[in-house]
């Protein structure tokens, strides 16, 4: 269903988006298959923060306008903090955290979308994609999702590479302008 089908593990999968900026300038999309046949919830609760359907106070809560907070170079680039943008925040659709759905996944590859915890079962809004192996992060975090495609590896690889200070935080602002499900 899709132009990248090669590269998508189960068609059933949901696809979500990431329009990044850096520096307010528009920097590309970035395209993810959410492995919703290996770990349902998780997936679900970042398709829900990209599409926009969880609501809270009637407002949508969710990835757009969010930013990268924390970047580093070999290892991954680190988003999804809504709520503070610091990686001190934790929402999720089932309540402010969650429990780790399972670990059968492992950060084998670069591209990989895992969930940010701060221990176990402590799952909520923040996720991370690698650039590179990280198997130091096996059953520790959930990976559950993939990035589809050569140009949103390249926008994921933009990322990594933008100057960052202390603990990681970008020296400009990289930000989520847009997202949902193609």
Known sequence: HFEMAGVIRDVNNPVVFLDVSIGGAPAGRIKIELFADICPKTAENFRQFCTGEFRKFEKPLGYKGCTFHRIVKDFMVQGGDFLKADGSGSISIYGETF?????????????????????????????????????????????????????????VRKIENIPVGVGGRPTIPVIITECGEL
């Open 99 to 155: 429990d780790d759905e399972n670990f059968i996944l492992k950060h084998d590859e670069p591209g990989l979308l895992s969930m940010a915890n701060s221990g176990p079962r402590s799952n909520g809004c923040q996720f991370f994609i690698t650039c590179n192996k990280c198997d130091w992060l096996d059953n520790k975090h959930v990976v559950f999702g993939k990035v589809i495609d050569t140009s949103s590896m390249t926008i």
